[in-house]
């Protein structure tokens, strides 16, 4: 038994000081993330989320190509190749017959593939995989410190500016008719998910960095069906569930990355599968049930399949 519990326990023992990283690096961005993703998801801009983070690569490139290593141009670089992202989907949409997720998707794999080339030319094809994956155990205290900043940031306009968010999520139309700074809202919000999407690439990557966002927040749309509850479930859901996989990526010897995320995205299976509101199997339990009722109603009825008994 004490083997067992040693071997348990291993990950988390003082010499483990990079696990310990890891650990507060979830727990940090699974909570803003999450956050943010409800937001994509009610506002069905979940392609936008993906396109914003593979946009991030051509920034990130050239931020590394013209000022090295420095965690603040990496940001920078990031930062303005998300926002270019966005301004450019909207001027494309509106000057144009695209539609905006068109223009996005359009945008996104263009620049992701401008990024891996000028990525691949940066270093060997390990550095590439970091970027395109992370390496989330193999953080530095600057990332930390990066991703303690924009979480904080975060959680608190979340805070301050929650009855904004809300009305923006579910009626942006009454939001700028209530006098609601809507466009600021919505370019706010844009923001931090670059942020965010920044602050996670050397954790996850910019290819699985989206599933830290957009998982949880699909998981908690089908339990939940108010706003806080839903931003409570998701952000629960994405720390316990993204440190769950940590732990069995260091057991397994596995990829941490995918692992967290792959762990993640079975918690969104099992609950589409038994969520009690909006899970298949309840949806399929009332088909059934509806399909029993209206075939009693018509043999009940005159000439129906019993009249000739």
């Given amino acids: 038994m004490s083997e067992w519990l040693t071997w348990l326990a291993a990950p988390l023992s003082s010499d483990h000081l990079f696990m310990w990283r890891a650990v507060l690096m979830c727990g940090l961005l699974g909570v803003s993330a999450s956050l943010l993703g409800c937001v994509l998801v009610v506002r069905r801009l979940s392609l936008m989320g993906d396109a914003l983070a593979h946009s991030l690569l051509p920034g990130i490139g050239v931020a590394w190509l013209v000022c090295g290593t420095s965690v603040t141009a990496l940001l920078a670089g990031g930062v303005v190749a998300g926002l270019m992202t966005a301004l450019a989907s909207a001027l494309i949409s509106r000057l144009t017959r695209l539609k905006e997720d068109a223009a996005f998707a359009a945008l996104f794999i263009t620049l992701f593939a401008a990024g891996v080339v000028l990525v691949s030319r940066l270093g060997t094809p390990i550095d590439l995989m970091h970027f395109l994956f992370g390496n989330i155990l193999g953080l530095g205290d600057d990332d930390l410190a990066l991703a303690a900043g924009v979480s904080t940031a975060t959680v608190t306009v979340f805070a301050l500016f929650y009855r904004s968010i809300l009305l923006e999520c579910f009626d942006p139309a009454f939001h700028r008719a209530s006098g609601g700074w809507s466009a600021a809202t919505h370019l706010g919000l ?68 995918p692992c ?37 109603e018509r043999c009940a009825q005159p000439g129906g399949p019993e009249a000739g008994l």
Wanted: hydrophobic content about 55%; some cysteine.
């Fill in 190 to 257: 844009l923001a931090l998910t670059v942020l965010n999407l920044v602050a996670a690439l050397h954790a996850l990557g910019s290819v699985l960095a989206i599933g830290l966002f957009m998982l949880p927040a699909v998981s908690a749309n089908l339990w939940c069906d108010r706003w806080g509850r839903m931003l409570a479930w998701a952000a629960s859901y994405a720390v316990v569930g993204s440190i769950v996989g940590l732990y069995i990526s260091y057991q397994a010897h596995l990829a941490s990355g």
């Fill in 260 to 296: 967290m995320v792959a762990v993640l995205g079975g918690g969104f299976l099992i609950s589409s599968l038994i969520s009690p509101s909006h899970g298949l199997m309840r949806r399929w339990r009332r088909s059934t049930v509806h399909h029993r009722e209206g075939t009693a």
